[in-house]
């Protein structure tokens, strides 16, 4: 069965430390891996994929993640968390298609709520 | 570039009515998804569809729910009759596959209570 995995419900930094939110899959193919950020009271935003390529991924507000074939994680990291990242991080992924193309719907994790205090 | 449309933004209905949800997605996307997220049950797909054809609807709970997306810009998702059950905050995505992005982009969403 395809799934992602986020084994840590909630994550709490001190500002300015950084912080690593973590994500596993299991897919069939080449997964296209993705996250997104859910800010109370909103939809969720797109922060970062991978589909190919270098397996460090660097996306919006200074957040990047990494992509690890051989231990099918994708976690997100940052290197100095701000109090305004606080937020609930969903980790995507989408199974490539028999054509190699994603077949586009989206598997999502449970969310992993970050919380960085002052 | 206006983002996912979606309407009404809060919506509180008696136990047995009928709720009519409806998205309005980002122009030139061909994929639209609903989505249901609850506490207790986090982010669910409940239906897409491709180029204005449901692909998979297997995420729907019961015959109650409905989808339909009768052209390219416009979807609706409709309850029918509604039970407390359903309350939840319901999003609309859309999505292009045509040049491998892939990437979902989200509607504010509905919230929606059912007493």
């Known amino acids: 069965a395809q799934s992602v995995a986020q084994p840590e419900d909630q994550v709490n930094v001190a500002e300015g430390n950084p912080l690593t939110v973590k994500c596993t899959y299991s897919?069939?193919?080449?997964?296209?891996l993705f996250w997104y950020v859910q800010y109370p009271n909103r939809g969720l935003q797109f922060l970062l994929k991978?589909?190919?390529?270098?397996?460090l991924v660097k996306g919006s507000y200074g957040f990047e993640a990494e992509f690890n074939k051989s231990q099918t994680s994708f976690h997100l990291k940052k290197p100095s968390a701000l109090v305004s990242d606080s937020a609930l991080y969903f980790c995507?992924?989408?199974?490539?298609?028999?054509?190699?193309?994603?077949?586009?719907?989206?598997?999502f994790g449970k969310g992993t709520k970050l919380s960085v205090k002052p | 570039d206006a983002g996912v449309i979606q309407s009404p933004r809060h919506e509180v209905t008696e136990m047995g009515q009928e709720v009519t949800l409806r998205c309005k997605p980002i122009?030139?996307?061909?994929?639209l998804f609903w989505y249901r997220q609850t506490m207790m049950r986090g982010l669910e797909l409940l239906i897409y569809f491709n180029n204005n054809v449901p692909i998979d609807d297997s995420g729907m709970p019961e015959d109650r729910f409905s989808a339909k997306m009768p052209n390219a810009s416009f979807s609706t998702l409709k309850i029918q009759p509604s039970e407390p059950r359903d309350s939840a905050v319901y999003f609309c995505?859309?999505?292009?596959?045509?040049?491998?992005?892939?990437?979902?982009?989200f509607g504010p969403g509905t919230r929606l209570t059912v007493t």
């Open positions: 995507a992924v989408t199974p490539a298609g028999r054509y190699g193309g994603s077949q586009g719907n989206l598997i």
């Open positions: 995505a859309s999505s292009t596959t045509g040049d491998s992005s892939y990437e979902q982009y």
């Open positions: 991978y589909i190919t390529g270098d397996n």
């Open positions: 122009s030139g996307h061909n994929s």
């Open positions: 897919v069939s193919g080449n997964p296209y």
